[in-house]
């Protein structure tokens, strides 16, 4: 499965150049029934990433944040499958402030094995999986992300677009000093890289949002967990909302520490 490593990121920064072809024009902002906002971005990375990824893999289903809709009894029956959000962070897209990321994740049997998180305006992406490590590249540069051990001071991740009052109230409430604001998936990658520590979410998101960040953090040695402990799971359910969870960097940081 490591051999997929560069062809899967091959297809994740393709994606990356049909939206950064968008980026750099004016460009319509459209809206989905749920409010959230489409641009044309988002469906050119879609069409890139589908028509490629069956010549990689021979044809496993393919759920992505910009297809229609799949029905539960014809998912619940995918124990292979590709989770893919063509561009995650439409509303830092729309800000042009650079956080917005391409995911990819294999998902078997419920869980992300296998991921790959391209952020296209800074030319930075990451691939990995559980028991696979995870490996860097920015630019020319590149590396094996290490998750560091937990410092006297979190580093606590917090969504710039979805701040709720629920996660402020836990911030405030963990007394964690250095508070770092950040969109997309991102806030995996920093943690998988050792640059943050904590992530909690008690927002809503969605399956496709956390897939191949949580393979490519699971591959630096840390981990996404429910409430309950559990690592977080994929296509349990009807419903593609994820739980809440926290998502950590060292598993020394156990979710238990910080409920």
């Known amino acids: 499965m490591k051999g997929w ?8 920064r393709r994606a990356g150049e049909e939206i950064m072809a968008v980026y750099a024009q004016d460009f319509e902002v459209m809206a989905k029934d749920d409010a959230s906002p489409l641009t044309q971005a988002d469906l050119a990375a879609h069409r890139c990433i589908v028509s490629r990824l069956p ?5 496993l289903p393919i759920l992505s944040e910009e297809s229609a809709a799949i029905d539960w009894p014809a998912r619940q029956a995918w124990s292979r499958y590709w989770l893919v959000d063509p561009l995650d962070g439409t509303r830092e897209f729309v800000k042009k402030n650079g956080e917005f990321t391409v995911n990819i994740a294999l998902i078997d049997q419920g869980r992300p094995v296998l991921g790959v ?3 296209p305006a800074l030319d930075w992406l990451l ?3 559980h028991g696979l490590g995870t490996l860097w590249r920015q630019g020319d540069a590149r590396g094996e992300a ?10 606590v991740a917090a969504s710039r677009s979805h701040r709720d009052p629920t996660t402020q109230a836990y911030l405030d409430r963990i007394g964690a000093v250095d508070t ?3 969109g997309s998936s991102l806030k995996f990658c920093k943690i998988a890289t050792g640059e943050i520590d904590l ?4 927002g809503p998101t969605s399956e496709w949002d956390t897939g191949a960040a949580q393979a490519v953090l699971e591959g630096a040695g840390g981990g996404v967990f429910t409430l309950d402990g559990h690592p977080l799971r994929y296509n349990s359910k009807e419903s593609l909302l994820n739980p809440h969870f ?6 020394g940081i156990a979710w238990r520490d910080w409920l």
């Open 146 to 155: 290490r998750v560091a051990s937990a410092p006297e001071t979190l580093r």
């Open 246 to 251: 926290i998502a950590v960097g060292d598993r």
């Open 180 to 182: 770092v604001g950040l």
């Open 117 to 119: 998180v391209y952020a």
């Open 55 to 59: 010549a990689l893999d021979g044809g």
């Open 5 to 12: 490593f560069e062809p899967l990121a091959d297809i994740a």
């Open 199 to 202: 992530y909690p979410r008690f």
């Open 127 to 129: 691939v990995g999986g």
